[in-house]
Structure formats: structure tokens, C-alpha cells
């Protein structure tokens, strides 16, 4: 559990766009994470059941750790187009504990790679990653097997 909010304390403190920090875009950069070390080793940063609903990739256990941590704060905002959202916010003084380089290098990645994004293309680049192309809605993404299945498929593409 330590390593999960870990994770979130992470993203919240090195997320360049804090006010872009929802919780719907914090759970995808979960997913994110754990479907990229999926890829590299074979396991999920987190030990998240990964569902893919009617919002995608998402497991409401996850805010609820946030909700009933002292440490995260969740803040009522309005986006642009009028509608709530709520942002999720970690204190400064937050001791991250569980990470190692490897799993920071990762978490960069992400980071990295969503930060330049507007929500809407951020949602396509979550919408276009193989566990969510190959799954029907409401099923459980093994992201392990999906990670071997995609790594095959790859292979026969290249052979």
C-alpha cells in the first residue's frame, strides 16, 4: 500500500501542471506506469486490479486511499468547460520512501510523456495502449499477460 500512495505522492509533486492533476488523470498515469513496467519486467509498479470501465482504466480503490490519507488533499475545481473536477493534491512534506531509481525512471516517463498533453489527447494516448484496444469494457487487464501477449504480437509483426 505504502508503495501505491508513494506513486501518487510522486506524480503529485513532480506533475509540471498541477492544476491539470485530476484524480481521472492521475488513476491513467497509474495505469500508464504499471502497463510500462508491464512492458520492461514483466510486473505492475502497483498491485492494482486493473478494470477497464466505462471510463477506461480505472479502480476507485485508488482514490479512495487518497481520500482517507491525511497527507493527500482532493480539491473541488471547475474545468474550462464549466464541469467539476477534482484535483489531488499531497503535502510538501510528504516522505516518499518506496522508490527506487527504476521506478522513478519510470514514473518520469510518464510524466514525461502525458504532461505535454490537453486532457482530450491524454485520454487518446490512454485509449490507444493495447490492454484497452484488445479488452471489452467491464473486463479485468491482466496487465502482465497483456505485456506478453503485446511483446508477441510485436514479434510476429518483426518476423
Same mark, same amino acid.
Given at each position: 500500500?505504502?508503495?501505491?500512495?508513494?506513486?501518487?505522492?510522486?506524480?503529485?509533486?513532480?506533475?509540471?501542471?498541477?492544476?491539470?492533476?485530476?484524480?481521472?488523470?492521475?488513476?491513467?498515469?497509474?495505469?500508464?506506469?504499471?502497463?510500462?513496467?508491464?512492458?520492461?519486467?514483466?510486473?505492475?509498479?502497483?498491485?492494482?486490479?486493473?478494470?477497464?470501465?466505462?471510463?477506461?482504466?480505472?479502480?476507485?480503490?485508488?482514490?479512495?486511499?487518497?481520500?482517507?490519507? $491525511?497527507?493527500?488533499?482532493? #480539491? =473541488?475545481?471547475?474545468? !474550462?468547460?464549466?464541469?467539476? +473536477?477534482?484535483?489531488? *493534491?499531497? /503535502?510538501?512534506?510528504?516522505?516518499?520512501?518506496?522508490?527506487?531509481?527504476?521506478?522513478?525512471?519510470?514514473?518520469?516517463?510518464?510524466?514525461?510523456?502525458?504532461?505535454?498533453? $490537453?486532457?482530450?489527447?491524454? #485520454? =487518446?494516448?490512454?485509449? !490507444?495502449?493495447?490492454?484497452? +484496444?484488445?479488452?471489452? *469494457?467491464? /473486463?479485468?487487464?491482466?496487465?502482465?499477460?497483456?505485456?506478453?501477449?503485446?511483446?508477441?504480437?510485436?514479434?510476429?509483426?518483426?518476423?
Amino acid at each position: 500500500m505504502e508503495t501505491l500512495k508513494d506513486i501518487l505522492a510522486y506524480f503529485c509533486l513532480n506533475y509540471p501542471y498541477p492544476n491539470e492533476l485530476s484524480k481521472a488523470r492521475l488513476v491513467k498515469m497509474l495505469y500508464l506506469a504499471d502497463w510500462k513496467n508491464s512492458i520492461e519486467h514483466q510486473n505492475q509498479l502497483t498491485n492494482t486490479n486493473w478494470i477497464f470501465n466505462q471510463y477506461g482504466p480505472y479502480v476507485n480503490d485508488i482514490i479512495e486511499t487518497i481520500k482517507y490519507d $491525511n497527507r493527500f488533499e482532493i #480539491i =473541488d475545481k471547475t474545468n !474550462s468547460y464549466g464541469s467539476p +473536477k477534482q484535483l489531488i *493534491k499531497v /503535502s510538501n512534506n510528504y516522505k516518499i520512501l518506496n522508490l527506487n531509481e527504476e521506478k522513478k525512471r519510470i514514473l518520469d516517463f510518464v510524466i514525461n510523456a502525458t504532461s505535454v498533453l $490537453n486532457y482530450s489527447d491524454f #485520454i =487518446d494516448l490512454v485509449y !490507444s495502449t493495447y490492454p484497452i +484496444k484488445v479488452s471489452s *469494457k467491464m /473486463s479485468e487487464l491482466n496487465l502482465v499477460q497483456l505485456a506478453t501477449d503485446y511483446k508477441k504480437s510485436k514479434e510476429k509483426i518483426y518476423s
